[in-house]
Protein backbone atom coordinates (compact mmCIF):
# COMPACT_ATOMS: atom_id res chain seq x y z
CA UNK A 1 0.00 0.00 0.00
CA UNK A 2 1.22 3.69 -0.86
CA UNK A 3 1.87 4.99 2.85
CA UNK A 4 1.97 8.83 1.44
CA UNK A 5 -0.78 10.83 3.97
CA UNK A 6 -1.68 14.30 3.72
CA UNK A 7 -4.45 17.06 5.21
CA UNK A 8 -6.89 18.01 3.23
CA UNK A 9 -7.70 21.60 3.55
CA UNK A 10 -11.22 22.83 4.32
CA UNK A 11 -13.61 23.19 1.91
CA UNK A 12 -12.00 20.41 -0.21
CA UNK A 13 -13.31 17.51 -2.03
CA UNK A 14 -12.68 14.70 -0.39
CA UNK A 15 -11.94 11.10 -1.60
CA UNK A 16 -14.39 9.77 1.66
CA UNK A 17 -16.13 11.29 4.35
CA UNK A 18 -16.63 9.09 7.35
CA UNK A 19 -19.35 9.42 9.69
CA UNK A 20 -18.64 8.71 12.74
CA UNK A 21 -15.72 8.84 14.60
CA UNK A 22 -15.54 6.23 17.48
CA UNK A 23 -13.67 2.93 16.86
CA UNK A 24 -15.21 1.67 13.78
CA UNK A 25 -15.21 5.56 11.53
CA UNK A 26 -11.19 6.13 13.41
CA UNK A 27 -9.53 3.11 12.55
CA UNK A 28 -11.05 3.39 9.09
CA UNK A 29 -9.70 6.92 8.53
CA UNK A 30 -6.47 6.03 9.55
CA UNK A 31 -6.07 3.36 7.33
CA UNK A 32 -7.39 5.60 4.25
CA UNK A 33 -5.35 8.28 5.55
CA UNK A 34 -2.45 6.37 5.73
CA UNK A 35 -2.51 5.00 2.37
CA UNK A 36 -2.96 8.46 0.63
CA UNK A 37 -6.94 8.63 0.91
CA UNK A 38 -8.34 12.58 1.50
CA UNK A 39 -10.30 11.58 4.71
CA UNK A 40 -13.01 13.60 6.35
CA UNK A 41 -13.76 12.39 9.34
CA UNK A 42 -17.06 13.70 10.76
CA UNK A 43 -19.28 13.49 14.60
CA UNK A 44 -21.70 14.79 15.92
CA UNK A 45 -19.54 14.02 19.34
CA UNK A 46 -16.42 14.65 20.54
CA UNK A 47 -14.04 12.46 22.57
CA UNK A 48 -13.87 11.31 25.11
CA UNK A 49 -16.87 9.87 25.62
CA UNK A 50 -18.68 6.90 27.13
CA UNK A 51 -19.03 3.50 25.31
CA UNK A 52 -19.87 -0.47 25.39
CA UNK A 53 -18.14 -3.19 23.89
CA UNK A 54 -15.23 -3.23 25.80
CA UNK A 55 -14.52 -7.24 25.43
CA UNK A 56 -12.25 -8.50 22.64
CA UNK A 57 -11.72 -11.80 21.74
CA UNK A 58 -8.92 -13.61 19.43
CA UNK A 59 -10.24 -13.00 16.15
CA UNK A 60 -10.47 -9.78 16.63
CA UNK A 61 -7.12 -9.23 18.00
CA UNK A 62 -6.02 -11.75 15.08
CA UNK A 63 -7.97 -9.46 12.36
CA UNK A 64 -6.46 -5.64 14.22
CA UNK A 65 -3.11 -7.25 13.28
CA UNK A 66 -4.14 -8.32 9.73
CA UNK A 67 -5.02 -4.88 9.38
CA UNK A 68 -2.20 -3.15 10.83
CA UNK A 69 -0.05 -4.87 9.03
CA UNK A 70 -1.83 -5.02 5.28
CA UNK A 71 -2.35 -1.37 5.34
CA UNK A 72 0.96 -0.51 7.35
CA UNK A 73 -0.37 1.55 10.71
CA UNK A 74 1.52 0.14 13.25
CA UNK A 75 -0.38 2.19 15.72
CA UNK A 76 -3.40 -0.09 15.00
CA UNK A 77 -0.96 -3.11 16.10
CA UNK A 78 -1.04 -1.52 19.52
CA UNK A 79 -4.57 -2.78 19.82
CA UNK A 80 -3.69 -6.32 19.16
CA UNK A 81 -3.02 -7.74 22.75
CA UNK A 82 -3.60 -6.64 26.39
CA UNK A 83 0.00 -5.98 26.68
CA UNK A 84 0.56 -4.29 23.84
CA UNK A 85 -2.78 -2.07 25.40
CA UNK A 86 -1.27 -1.64 28.70
CA UNK A 87 2.57 -0.76 28.04
CA UNK A 88 1.58 1.95 24.54
CA UNK A 89 -1.58 3.10 25.04
CA UNK A 90 -3.81 2.92 28.27
CA UNK A 91 -3.55 2.07 31.81
CA UNK A 92 -7.15 1.66 32.78
CA UNK A 93 -8.18 -1.41 30.49
CA UNK A 94 -8.98 -5.04 32.13
CA UNK A 95 -6.61 -7.88 31.21
CA UNK A 96 -9.30 -10.62 30.04
CA UNK A 97 -7.54 -14.27 29.99
CA UNK A 98 -11.46 -16.38 30.16
CA UNK A 99 -14.65 -16.32 28.98
CA UNK A 100 -16.68 -17.78 32.18
CA UNK A 101 -20.45 -18.82 32.01
CA UNK A 102 -22.12 -19.33 36.05
CA UNK A 103 -25.80 -20.65 34.95
CA UNK A 104 -28.48 -20.03 37.37
CA UNK A 105 -32.15 -20.91 38.20
CA UNK A 106 -34.22 -18.25 40.11
CA UNK A 107 -35.96 -19.93 43.43
CA UNK A 108 -32.62 -22.34 43.23
CA UNK A 109 -29.38 -22.05 44.98
CA UNK A 110 -26.45 -21.90 42.09
CA UNK A 111 -25.28 -25.73 41.51
CA UNK A 112 -21.49 -25.48 41.29
CA UNK A 113 -21.90 -28.21 38.27
CA UNK A 114 -23.18 -25.58 35.86
CA UNK A 115 -20.23 -23.58 34.64
CA UNK A 116 -18.52 -23.29 31.40
CA UNK A 117 -15.08 -21.74 31.13
CA UNK A 118 -12.62 -21.29 28.14
CA UNK A 119 -9.24 -20.32 29.11
CA UNK A 120 -7.59 -17.82 26.05
CA UNK A 121 -3.91 -19.64 25.75
CA UNK A 122 -1.05 -17.12 26.83
CA UNK A 123 0.39 -18.67 23.61
CA UNK A 124 -2.51 -16.61 21.37
CA UNK A 125 -1.92 -13.22 23.49
CA UNK A 126 -4.01 -12.54 26.56
CA UNK A 127 -7.47 -10.66 25.43
CA UNK A 128 -8.51 -7.44 26.95
CA UNK A 129 -11.18 -5.58 28.68
CA UNK A 130 -11.01 -2.20 26.78
CA UNK A 131 -11.84 1.10 28.24
CA UNK A 132 -13.64 2.61 25.41
CA UNK A 133 -13.33 6.10 25.78
CA UNK A 134 -9.24 5.82 25.89
CA UNK A 135 -9.01 3.52 22.70
CA UNK A 136 -11.64 5.34 20.73
CA UNK A 137 -9.89 9.14 21.42
CA UNK A 138 -6.77 6.94 20.49
CA UNK A 139 -8.11 5.58 17.27
CA UNK A 140 -9.16 9.11 16.58
CA UNK A 141 -6.13 10.90 17.24
CA UNK A 142 -4.24 8.16 14.98
CA UNK A 143 -6.63 9.13 12.01
CA UNK A 144 -6.22 12.83 12.39
CA UNK A 145 -2.17 12.21 12.51
CA UNK A 146 -2.33 10.25 9.56
CA UNK A 147 -4.00 13.06 7.52
CA UNK A 148 -7.70 12.56 7.73
CA UNK A 149 -9.16 16.48 8.35
CA UNK A 150 -11.62 16.10 11.75
CA UNK A 151 -14.71 17.69 12.14
CA UNK A 152 -16.58 16.70 15.11
CA UNK A 153 -19.52 18.81 16.88
CA UNK A 154 -21.10 18.68 13.11
CA UNK A 155 -24.48 16.90 12.85
CA UNK A 156 -25.14 15.77 9.10
CA UNK A 157 -29.02 16.11 8.74
CA UNK A 158 -28.84 16.07 4.84
CA UNK A 159 -27.33 13.37 2.55
CA UNK A 160 -27.78 13.68 -1.05
CA UNK A 161 -26.26 11.20 -4.44
CA UNK A 162 -25.08 13.73 -7.38
CA UNK A 163 -24.91 11.33 -10.06
CA UNK A 164 -21.18 10.65 -11.84
CA UNK A 165 -20.11 13.15 -9.35
CA UNK A 166 -20.47 11.79 -5.60
CA UNK A 167 -21.70 12.81 -2.59
CA UNK A 168 -23.33 16.26 -0.87
CA UNK A 169 -23.23 15.94 2.53
CA UNK A 170 -25.09 19.07 4.58
CA UNK A 171 -24.83 19.24 8.62
CA UNK A 172 -27.39 20.82 10.66
CA UNK A 173 -25.72 24.24 10.59
CA UNK A 174 -25.62 24.73 7.02
CA UNK A 175 -22.27 23.32 6.08
CA UNK A 176 -21.56 21.32 2.92
CA UNK A 177 -19.16 18.99 2.45
CA UNK A 178 -18.18 16.88 -0.98
CA UNK A 179 -16.68 13.63 -1.39
CA UNK A 180 -16.73 11.36 -3.95
CA UNK A 181 -17.79 8.30 -1.24
CA UNK A 182 -19.63 8.05 2.39
CA UNK A 183 -19.04 5.61 4.98
CA UNK A 184 -21.81 5.66 7.64
CA UNK A 185 -19.90 4.31 10.52
CA UNK A 186 -22.06 5.78 13.34
CA UNK A 187 -24.42 3.46 14.57
CA UNK A 188 -28.37 2.99 15.32
CA UNK A 189 -29.30 6.43 14.16
CA UNK A 190 -27.37 6.31 11.18
CA UNK A 191 -28.21 8.98 8.47
CA UNK A 192 -27.38 7.32 5.33
CA UNK A 193 -29.70 4.12 6.60
CA UNK A 194 -32.63 7.34 7.21
CA UNK A 195 -31.72 9.16 4.31
CA UNK A 196 -32.30 6.17 1.89
CA UNK A 197 -34.40 3.94 4.00
CA UNK A 198 -32.12 1.34 4.61
CA UNK A 199 -33.89 -0.66 7.77
CA UNK A 200 -35.44 -4.17 7.02
CA UNK A 201 -38.91 -3.82 8.92
CA UNK A 202 -39.51 -5.48 10.94
CA UNK A 203 -35.93 -7.01 11.17
CA UNK A 204 -35.35 -10.66 10.37
CA UNK A 205 -33.60 -11.17 13.78
CA UNK A 206 -34.50 -14.26 15.45
CA UNK A 207 -33.00 -13.01 18.45
CA UNK A 208 -35.09 -10.40 20.64
CA UNK A 209 -33.01 -8.70 23.84
CA UNK A 210 -33.46 -5.63 25.22
CA UNK A 211 -30.78 -4.14 27.35
CA UNK A 212 -29.76 -1.98 30.30
CA UNK A 213 -26.40 -0.84 31.57
CA UNK A 214 -23.51 1.21 32.94
CA UNK A 215 -20.01 1.46 34.66
CA UNK A 216 -20.04 0.55 38.63
CA UNK A 217 -17.37 0.12 41.55
CA UNK A 218 -17.03 -1.94 44.53
CA UNK A 219 -18.36 -5.21 42.24
CA UNK A 220 -17.37 -7.82 43.84
CA UNK A 221 -14.89 -10.49 42.54
CA UNK A 222 -17.17 -13.26 41.67
CA UNK A 223 -14.37 -15.86 42.84
CA UNK A 224 -15.67 -14.13 46.34
CA UNK A 225 -18.96 -14.78 46.46
CA UNK A 226 -20.42 -17.68 48.60
CA UNK A 227 -21.44 -19.24 45.51
CA UNK A 228 -18.72 -19.67 43.73
CA UNK A 229 -16.08 -20.81 46.60
CA UNK A 230 -16.52 -24.21 44.92
CA UNK A 231 -17.08 -24.03 41.50
CA UNK A 232 -13.78 -26.29 39.86
CA UNK A 233 -12.39 -23.92 36.48
CA UNK A 234 -9.15 -23.32 35.61
CA UNK A 235 -8.20 -19.50 36.14
CA UNK A 236 -10.53 -17.11 38.77
CA UNK A 237 -13.76 -15.47 37.04
CA UNK A 238 -12.64 -12.17 37.72
CA UNK A 239 -9.46 -12.73 35.42
CA UNK A 240 -12.26 -12.39 32.52
CA UNK A 241 -15.78 -11.47 31.46
CA UNK A 242 -17.88 -13.41 33.16
CA UNK A 243 -21.50 -13.89 32.25
CA UNK A 244 -24.21 -14.90 34.56
CA UNK A 245 -26.42 -16.58 32.32
CA UNK A 246 -30.32 -17.72 33.02
CA UNK A 247 -33.68 -18.58 31.30
CA UNK A 248 -34.38 -15.61 29.41
CA UNK A 249 -31.19 -13.69 29.47
CA UNK A 250 -27.72 -12.99 30.55
CA UNK A 251 -25.66 -10.37 32.52
CA UNK A 252 -22.05 -9.19 31.86
CA UNK A 253 -19.37 -8.32 34.78
CA UNK A 254 -16.41 -6.88 32.65
CA UNK A 255 -13.83 -5.41 35.40
CA UNK A 256 -11.27 -3.00 34.66
CA UNK A 257 -9.40 -3.73 37.93
CA UNK A 258 -8.16 -7.48 37.10
CA UNK A 259 -4.18 -6.84 37.34
CA UNK A 260 -2.38 -5.29 39.78
CA UNK A 261 -1.09 -2.62 37.11
CA UNK A 262 -4.84 -1.06 36.50
CA UNK A 263 -5.13 2.67 37.11
CA UNK A 264 -9.01 1.91 36.56
CA UNK A 265 -11.25 0.78 39.87
CA UNK A 266 -14.67 1.01 37.59
CA UNK A 267 -16.38 -2.52 36.32
CA UNK A 268 -18.94 -2.76 33.16
CA UNK A 269 -21.96 -4.30 33.87
CA UNK A 270 -24.96 -4.84 31.91
CA UNK A 271 -28.15 -7.04 32.34
CA UNK A 272 -30.11 -8.17 28.91
CA UNK A 273 -32.98 -9.52 28.85
CA UNK A 274 -35.24 -11.34 26.20
CA UNK A 275 -37.82 -8.50 26.12
CA UNK A 276 -41.07 -10.93 24.93
CA UNK A 277 -40.51 -12.36 28.70
CA UNK A 278 -39.50 -9.52 30.31
CA UNK A 279 -41.40 -6.13 28.46
CA UNK A 280 -39.90 -2.95 29.85
CA UNK A 281 -40.99 -2.12 32.80
CA UNK A 282 -42.19 1.78 34.49
CA UNK A 283 -39.77 1.67 36.75
CA UNK A 284 -36.13 3.40 36.33
CA UNK A 285 -33.30 1.20 35.00
CA UNK A 286 -31.25 1.45 38.48
CA UNK A 287 -34.73 0.05 40.24
CA UNK A 288 -34.77 -2.78 37.44
CA UNK A 289 -31.66 -3.96 38.01
CA UNK A 290 -31.95 -3.89 41.64
CA UNK A 291 -35.28 -5.62 41.13
CA UNK A 292 -33.62 -8.28 39.46
CA UNK A 293 -30.77 -9.15 41.69
CA UNK A 294 -33.52 -9.50 44.53
CA UNK A 295 -34.84 -13.00 42.35
CA UNK A 296 -31.25 -14.15 41.99
CA UNK A 297 -29.27 -13.54 45.39
CA UNK A 298 -26.05 -15.51 44.51
CA UNK A 299 -25.89 -12.32 42.14
CA UNK A 300 -26.82 -10.00 44.46
CA UNK A 301 -23.86 -11.07 46.44
CA UNK A 302 -21.34 -9.70 44.13
CA UNK A 303 -23.30 -6.27 43.45
CA UNK A 304 -23.98 -5.77 47.65
CA UNK A 305 -21.87 -2.84 47.69
CA UNK A 306 -21.89 -1.94 44.32
CA UNK A 307 -22.67 1.94 42.85
CA UNK A 308 -23.30 3.32 39.61
CA UNK A 309 -20.67 6.19 38.42
CA UNK A 310 -23.26 7.39 35.93
CA UNK A 311 -26.44 7.09 34.77
CA UNK A 312 -27.63 3.79 33.73
CA UNK A 313 -28.62 3.15 30.15
CA UNK A 314 -31.45 1.42 29.01
CA UNK A 315 -32.55 0.20 25.60
CA UNK A 316 -35.75 -1.31 23.45
CA UNK A 317 -35.45 -4.04 21.57
CA UNK A 318 -31.40 -4.07 20.21
CA UNK A 319 -31.73 -5.62 16.77
CA UNK A 320 -31.83 -3.88 13.98
CA UNK A 321 -30.86 -4.98 9.71
CA UNK A 322 -30.72 -3.36 6.76
CA UNK A 323 -31.83 -4.45 3.44
CA UNK A 324 -28.49 -3.12 2.16
CA UNK A 325 -25.40 -1.77 3.15
CA UNK A 326 -24.07 -1.00 0.02
CA UNK A 327 -25.47 0.92 -3.06
CA UNK A 328 -24.47 3.91 -5.21
CA UNK A 329 -21.61 5.90 -3.57
CA UNK A 330 -22.21 4.82 0.22
CA UNK A 331 -21.50 1.92 2.64
CA UNK A 332 -22.89 1.55 6.13
CA UNK A 333 -20.77 -0.34 7.98
CA UNK A 334 -20.21 -1.36 12.07
CA UNK A 335 -23.24 -0.16 13.82
CA UNK A 336 -24.73 1.61 11.06
CA UNK A 337 -25.33 -1.73 9.74
CA UNK A 338 -27.06 -3.53 12.01
CA UNK A 339 -26.69 -5.28 15.74
CA UNK A 340 -27.79 -8.63 17.29
CA UNK A 341 -26.37 -8.50 20.98
CA UNK A 342 -23.11 -8.20 22.91
CA UNK A 343 -23.19 -11.83 23.57
CA UNK A 344 -19.85 -13.44 22.85
CA UNK A 345 -17.91 -10.17 22.27
CA UNK A 346 -18.61 -10.48 18.33
CA UNK A 347 -19.22 -6.71 17.45
CA UNK A 348 -15.47 -5.44 17.78
CA UNK A 349 -14.21 -8.55 15.51
CA UNK A 350 -17.39 -8.09 12.99
CA UNK A 351 -16.34 -3.94 13.04
CA UNK A 352 -12.40 -5.10 12.22
CA UNK A 353 -13.64 -7.84 9.49
CA UNK A 354 -15.33 -5.47 7.00
CA UNK A 355 -13.09 -2.51 7.37
CA UNK A 356 -10.58 -5.35 6.03
CA UNK A 357 -12.47 -5.99 3.14
CA UNK A 358 -13.69 -2.23 2.75
CA UNK A 359 -10.14 -0.19 2.66
CA UNK A 360 -8.56 -1.46 0.14
CA UNK A 361 -11.79 -1.56 -2.21
CA UNK A 362 -12.00 2.27 -1.23
CA UNK A 363 -8.19 3.02 -1.75
CA UNK A 364 -7.79 1.44 -5.60
CA UNK A 365 -11.45 3.74 -6.31
CA UNK A 366 -9.38 6.76 -5.17
CA UNK A 367 -6.67 5.70 -7.26
CA UNK A 368 -8.78 4.99 -10.11
CA UNK A 369 -11.82 6.69 -9.60
CA UNK A 370 -13.96 3.70 -10.03
CA UNK A 371 -16.95 4.32 -6.92
CA UNK A 372 -19.21 1.48 -8.60
CA UNK A 373 -22.03 -0.44 -6.02
CA UNK A 374 -20.67 -3.35 -8.23
CA UNK A 375 -17.03 -3.30 -6.78
CA UNK A 376 -18.26 -2.86 -3.48
CA UNK A 377 -21.02 -5.44 -3.29
CA UNK A 378 -19.13 -8.06 -1.81
CA UNK A 379 -18.93 -5.89 1.42
CA UNK A 380 -22.67 -5.93 1.70
CA UNK A 381 -22.41 -10.33 1.20
CA UNK A 382 -19.81 -10.28 4.08
CA UNK A 383 -21.90 -7.93 6.75
CA UNK A 384 -25.06 -9.69 5.96
CA UNK A 385 -23.67 -13.05 6.38
CA UNK A 386 -22.17 -11.65 9.99
CA UNK A 387 -25.11 -10.53 11.22
CA UNK A 388 -26.76 -13.74 10.21
CA UNK A 389 -23.71 -15.84 12.16
CA UNK A 390 -24.47 -13.69 15.39
CA UNK A 391 -28.19 -13.72 15.15
CA UNK A 392 -28.02 -17.90 15.30
CA UNK A 393 -25.42 -18.17 17.98
CA UNK A 394 -27.42 -15.99 20.10
CA UNK A 395 -30.59 -17.20 19.18
CA UNK A 396 -29.77 -20.73 19.92
CA UNK A 397 -27.82 -18.99 23.35
CA UNK A 398 -31.29 -17.72 24.54
CA UNK A 399 -32.84 -20.99 23.35
CA UNK A 400 -30.08 -22.70 25.58
CA UNK A 401 -30.65 -20.61 28.57
CA UNK A 402 -34.04 -22.43 29.59
CA UNK A 403 -32.08 -25.49 30.20
CA UNK A 404 -28.64 -26.42 31.59
CA UNK A 405 -28.18 -29.63 29.57
CA UNK A 406 -28.90 -27.58 26.12
CA UNK A 407 -27.24 -24.84 27.11
CA UNK A 408 -24.13 -26.76 27.96
CA UNK A 409 -24.56 -27.69 24.57
CA UNK A 410 -24.92 -24.70 22.16
CA UNK A 411 -21.44 -23.67 23.94
CA UNK A 412 -19.53 -26.10 21.91
CA UNK A 413 -21.66 -24.85 19.01
CA UNK A 414 -19.87 -21.74 20.01
CA UNK A 415 -16.63 -22.59 20.75
CA UNK A 416 -16.67 -24.19 17.34
CA UNK A 417 -18.07 -21.43 15.68
CA UNK A 418 -15.31 -19.03 17.51
CA UNK A 419 -12.07 -20.89 17.25
CA UNK A 420 -12.01 -22.39 13.39
CA UNK A 421 -12.96 -18.87 11.76
CA UNK A 422 -9.88 -17.59 14.50
CA UNK A 423 -7.11 -20.67 13.24
CA UNK A 424 -7.72 -19.82 9.74
CA UNK A 425 -7.48 -15.64 10.13
CA UNK A 426 -3.74 -16.78 11.60
CA UNK A 427 -3.15 -18.92 9.35
CA UNK A 428 -3.74 -16.25 6.87
CA UNK A 429 -1.72 -13.81 8.80
CA UNK A 430 1.08 -15.53 9.45
CA UNK A 431 1.31 -16.61 5.54
CA UNK A 432 0.35 -12.86 4.89
CA UNK A 433 3.79 -12.27 6.92
CA UNK A 434 6.08 -14.55 4.90
CA UNK A 435 5.02 -13.63 1.60
CA UNK A 436 3.39 -9.97 1.62
CA UNK A 437 1.10 -10.81 -1.17
CA UNK A 438 -2.13 -9.43 -1.05
CA UNK A 439 -3.80 -11.95 -2.85
CA UNK A 440 -3.43 -13.99 0.49
CA UNK A 441 -6.04 -12.03 2.07
CA UNK A 442 -8.05 -11.58 -0.89
CA UNK A 443 -8.33 -15.51 -1.39
CA UNK A 444 -9.74 -15.62 2.20
CA UNK A 445 -13.14 -13.24 0.84
CA UNK A 446 -14.18 -15.80 -2.16
CA UNK A 447 -16.58 -17.58 0.09
CA UNK A 448 -19.86 -19.28 -0.60
CA UNK A 449 -20.61 -18.63 2.81
CA UNK A 450 -20.29 -14.56 3.47
CA UNK A 451 -18.97 -13.61 6.80
CA UNK A 452 -17.49 -17.33 7.47
CA UNK A 453 -13.95 -17.53 6.16
CA UNK A 454 -13.04 -20.47 3.53
CA UNK A 455 -11.84 -23.12 3.80
CA UNK A 456 -14.19 -23.97 7.37
CA UNK A 457 -17.08 -21.43 6.27
CA UNK A 458 -19.66 -24.37 5.24
CA UNK A 459 -18.67 -26.56 7.98
CA UNK A 460 -19.82 -24.04 10.41
CA UNK A 461 -22.63 -23.11 8.33
CA UNK A 462 -23.74 -27.10 8.62
CA UNK A 463 -23.08 -26.83 12.47
CA UNK A 464 -25.29 -23.34 13.03
CA UNK A 465 -27.78 -24.53 10.65
CA UNK A 466 -28.66 -27.78 12.73
CA UNK A 467 -28.29 -25.99 15.82
CA UNK A 468 -30.71 -23.56 15.06
CA UNK A 469 -32.93 -26.01 13.14
CA UNK A 470 -33.01 -28.19 16.86
CA UNK A 471 -33.52 -25.10 18.96
CA UNK A 472 -37.09 -23.99 16.48
CA UNK A 473 -37.91 -27.10 17.79
CA UNK A 474 -37.56 -26.87 21.37
CA UNK A 475 -39.35 -23.70 20.77
CA UNK A 476 -41.80 -24.68 19.04
CA UNK A 477 -42.10 -27.52 21.42
CA UNK A 478 -41.38 -30.85 18.98
CA UNK A 479 -38.32 -31.54 20.87
CA UNK A 480 -37.66 -31.26 24.76
CA UNK A 481 -34.26 -29.73 25.65
CA UNK A 482 -32.76 -33.06 26.78
CA UNK A 483 -33.55 -34.11 23.58
CA UNK A 484 -31.81 -31.46 21.54
CA UNK A 485 -28.96 -31.04 23.95
CA UNK A 486 -28.56 -35.32 22.87
CA UNK A 487 -28.53 -34.28 19.28
CA UNK A 488 -26.26 -31.71 19.42
CA UNK A 489 -23.64 -33.66 21.55
CA UNK A 490 -24.08 -36.32 19.13
CA UNK A 491 -22.86 -33.85 16.09
CA UNK A 492 -20.14 -32.71 18.25
CA UNK A 493 -18.52 -36.11 18.73
CA UNK A 494 -19.36 -37.30 15.00
CA UNK A 495 -18.06 -34.01 13.84
CA UNK A 496 -14.75 -34.96 11.46
CA UNK A 497 -13.71 -31.06 11.20
CA UNK A 498 -14.01 -30.72 14.68
CA UNK A 499 -10.21 -32.09 16.62
CA UNK A 500 -10.81 -34.88 18.56
CA UNK A 501 -8.55 -33.41 21.57
CA UNK A 502 -10.88 -30.42 21.72
CA UNK A 503 -13.42 -32.91 23.89
CA UNK A 504 -15.88 -30.83 23.00
CA UNK A 505 -18.62 -33.83 22.66
CA UNK A 506 -18.43 -34.86 26.42
CA UNK A 507 -21.00 -33.31 28.34
CA UNK A 508 -18.94 -33.38 31.33
CA UNK A 509 -15.67 -31.51 29.79
CA UNK A 510 -17.11 -27.70 31.15
CA UNK A 511 -13.96 -25.63 30.68
CA UNK A 512 -11.59 -25.53 27.81
CA UNK A 513 -7.94 -25.11 27.28
CA UNK A 514 -5.76 -25.56 24.78
CA UNK A 515 -2.88 -26.86 26.94
CA UNK A 516 0.69 -28.45 25.22
CA UNK A 517 -0.59 -31.87 25.33
CA UNK A 518 -3.96 -31.12 23.65
CA UNK A 519 -2.14 -28.78 20.86
CA UNK A 520 0.03 -31.75 20.50
CA UNK A 521 -2.92 -34.16 19.92
CA UNK A 522 -4.50 -31.82 18.01
CA UNK A 523 -1.03 -31.68 15.70
CA UNK A 524 -1.09 -35.51 15.53
CA UNK A 525 -4.68 -35.57 14.47
CA UNK A 526 -4.02 -33.12 11.83
CA UNK A 527 -1.34 -35.09 10.53
CA UNK A 528 -2.88 -38.32 10.07
CA UNK A 529 -7.16 -37.79 10.45
CA UNK A 530 -8.39 -34.31 9.51
CA UNK A 531 -10.18 -33.87 6.51
CA UNK A 532 -7.76 -32.00 3.90
CA UNK A 533 -9.29 -29.07 3.99
CA UNK A 534 -8.31 -28.52 7.73
CA UNK A 535 -4.96 -30.40 8.26
CA UNK A 536 -3.05 -27.27 7.29
CA UNK A 537 -4.46 -24.88 9.46
CA UNK A 538 -3.52 -27.43 12.68
CA UNK A 539 -0.18 -27.92 11.57
Not at 312 to 337: E, P
Request: with cysteine; glycine share 8%; net charge negative.
Amino acid sequence: MNTTSHRSPSGDRYDVAILGAGLAGSMLGAVLARNGVKVLLIDAGTHPRFAVGESTIPYTSTVTKIVAERYQVPEIDKLSSFRNIYDQVSLMCGRKQNFGFVYHREGHPQDPEQINQLVISERQGTETHMFRQDIDAYLYHVAVRNGAEPRTGTRINDIKIVPDRGVLLRSDRGDEFHASYVVDASGYRSPVASAFGLREEPTRARTHSRALFTHMVDVKPYDEVTAARSHKKPLPWHSGTLHHVFDGGWLWVIPFDNHEGSRNPLCSVGLTLDERRYPRPDCDPGQEFSDFLDRFPDIAEQFAAAKAIRPWIRTDRLQYSSTATVGDRFCLTAHAAGFIDALYSRGMGNTLEVINVLAWRLIEAARDGDWSAERFALVDGVQQGLFDVHDDLVYCSFVGFRDYDLWNAVTRVWKVVSILPTVTMQKGLRTFLQTRDDQVLRALEKTDTPGLPVPVGRDVTALLTLTRQTCQAVESGALSPGQAAERLFAELRQAPYIPPPFDLGNPASKCFEVTPAVLGRTREWAATEAPAHLAALFT
